[in-house]
C-alpha cells in the first residue's frame, strides 16, 4: 500500500513552454502533497504544501506564478512550470501524506528538461 | 530554521561489514526524524523513523537509528551490509509528524565493495 505515482518520468520540452507533472496516491488518499526540487547532488529542497481544495503554500523564495500546483482532488496534485527555461531544468519529486499514518510517501520523480 | 547535516558524501563499505551513517540536526523542539533511501530510478522509501519513545528505533531490511538528543544525532546503523543496499540516503527533519514539509540533509552515497 501507499504508492504515490508521478507522470511523466522525463519530459524535455523548449525554453518558453509550459509543462505539467502529475501525482496521484494511488491507494490512499491525499490530505497533503508536497512538491520537492532535487537538484544534481543535493538535497531535496522543499518548494510548496498543497491541501486538497486550497491554495498551496510556497516556500520562501518559490515564485508561485512560475510553478503553479493545484491539488483538486484527495488522490491527485499537479504541478504545471510555466514559461520554462533550461535554469527549470531539474528533478522535482511529490510526496503525498494521508491513510492510516502521517508519513509521506514519495512518487518516483520527474526528470525535466528545458532546452 | 531547522536543518540537517549529513558529513558524509560517500562511504565505501564492503560487503558484509557494519555500517553507520551520521546525521545531525538542528530543530528548536522535539523533531521528528527520517531516513530515507532513494535508488537510481526510484522514489524515496523510508527506512524508519521518530517522533518519540525508545530512542532506539527499528527500520526495514535491517536498519536501525539512534536518536540522541544530547548529540542532535541521528545516525543510521546496519550490523552487515548487502551490494542491495547501495544506494543513497537521506536524513530528513520534520514538525508534526508528517503534517509539514520535510528538511533534508545533503545525501550520503554508499558504495558497497565486493
Known amino acids: 500500500g501507499a504508492v504515490v505515482s508521478q507522470h511523466p518520468s522525463r519530459v524535455i520540452c523548449k525554453s518558453g513552454t509550459s509543462v505539467k507533472i502529475e501525482c496521484r496516491s494511488l491507494?490512499?488518499?491525499?490530505?497533503?502533497m508536497f512538491w520537492y526540487r532535487q537538484f544534481p547532488k543535493k538535497s531535496l529542497m522543499l518548494m510548496a504544501t498543497?491541501?486538497?481544495?486550497?491554495?498551496?503554500?510556497?516556500e520562501q523564495g518559490v515564485e508561485k506564478d512560475k510553478f503553479l500546483i493545484n491539488h483538486a482532488s484527495l488522490t491527485l496534485s499537479t504541478l504545471t512550470v510555466t514559461s520554462a527555461h533550461p535554469e527549470d531544468s531539474s528533478f522535482y519529486i511529490c510526496?503525498?501524506?494521508?491513510?492510516?499514518?502521517?508519513?509521506?510517501?514519495f512518487g518516483p520523480g520527474t526528470r525535466l528538461t528545458v532546452l | 530554521a531547522q536543518s540537517v547535516t549529513q558529513p558524509d558524501i560517500h562511504i565505501t563499505v564492503s560487503e558484509g561489514a557494519s555500517l553507520e551513517l551520521r546525521c545531525n540536526y538542528s530543530?528548536?523542539?522535539?523533531?521528528?526524524l527520517f531516513w530515507y533511501v532513494q535508488s537510481p530510478g526510484q522514489g524515496l522509501q523510508l527506512l524508519l523513523k521518530?517522533?518519540?519513545?525508545?530512542?532506539l528505533v527499528q527500520g526495514i531490511k535491517g536498519f536501525e537509528a539512534e536518536f540522541k538528543r544530547s548529540q542532535s544525532s541521528f545516525n543510521l546503523r546496519k550490523p552487515s551490509v548487502h551490494w542491495s543496499d547501495a544506494a543513497e540516503y537521506f536524513c530528513?527533519?520534520?514538525?508534526?509528524?508528517?503534517?509539514?514539509?520535510?528538511?533534508f540533509g545533503k545525501g550520503t552515497h554508499l558504495i558497497i565493495q565486493p
Open positions: 530543530y528548536g523542539a522535539t523533531p521528528y
Open positions: 491507494d490512499f488518499q491525499a490530505t497533503t
Open positions: 530528513a527533519v520534520g514538525s508534526g509528524g508528517g503534517a509539514d514539509g520535510l528538511t
Open positions: 498543497s491541501n486538497e481544495g486550497s491554495k498551496a503554500t510556497y
Open positions: 510526496s503525498a501524506r494521508g491513510g492510516r499514518t502521517d508519513t509521506q510517501y
Open positions: 521518530y517522533f518519540s519513545g525508545d530512542t
